[in-house]
């Protein structure tokens, strides 16, 4: 459903949020060790994720990302995924033809709307906050 990309931001913002909370910032390579990602490819995640303000990034001997504790209820997961994906994910075909629309619909097309409908809704009323807080509970968990 998202890109590889996607997905290693979507945790690397949750695991950035787990340690916002205990008021610690996180290096590229403890989160690309957190979620399994090549480091390189998690440095540019991360870059596409400051450059959207999702997540900080600070410099310096102390530096690291992190989240504010008080944004954290305000990211949507909605956000992430725009900040790497952009918005395809709501308008791209099912069976990925180039014109596919209400008018010239491929064989899946209303019934790939209505997941496409459902999912917009999921990731914005999503917050990093319930994932986060889901993950330091136990209710759910980033690695297998």
Do not use: W
Not at 2 to 8: G, R
Not at 77 to 101: F, H, M, P, R, T
Not at 130 to 140: H, M, P, T, V
């Amino acid at each position: 459903m998202f890109s590889k990309a996607c997905e290693y931001g979507i945790k690397a913002c949750i695991f950035i949020a787990i340690n916002s909370y205990e008021g610690k910032r996180v290096s590229p390579k403890e989160i690309a060790e957190e979620i399994n990602s090549p480091q390189a490819f998690t440095a540019k995640i991360l870059q596409a994720l400051v450059r959207h303000k999702v997540i900080n990034s600070i410099k310096g001997a102390y530096g690291g990302f992190e989240v504010s504790k008080y944004e954290i209820k305000n990211i949507k997961l909605s956000q992430i995924v725009k900040a790497i994906d952009g918005d395809n994910i709501y308008n791209g075909c099912g069976l990925g033809l180039e014109k596919c629309d209400e008018n010239h619909p491929c064989p899946v097309h209303d019934k790939f709307k209505v997941v496409r409908d459902e999912l917009k809704l999921m990731l914005e009323n999503t917050s990093l906050e319930e994932l986060a807080l889901n993950i330091k509970s136990g209710a759910s968990f980033l690695k297998t």
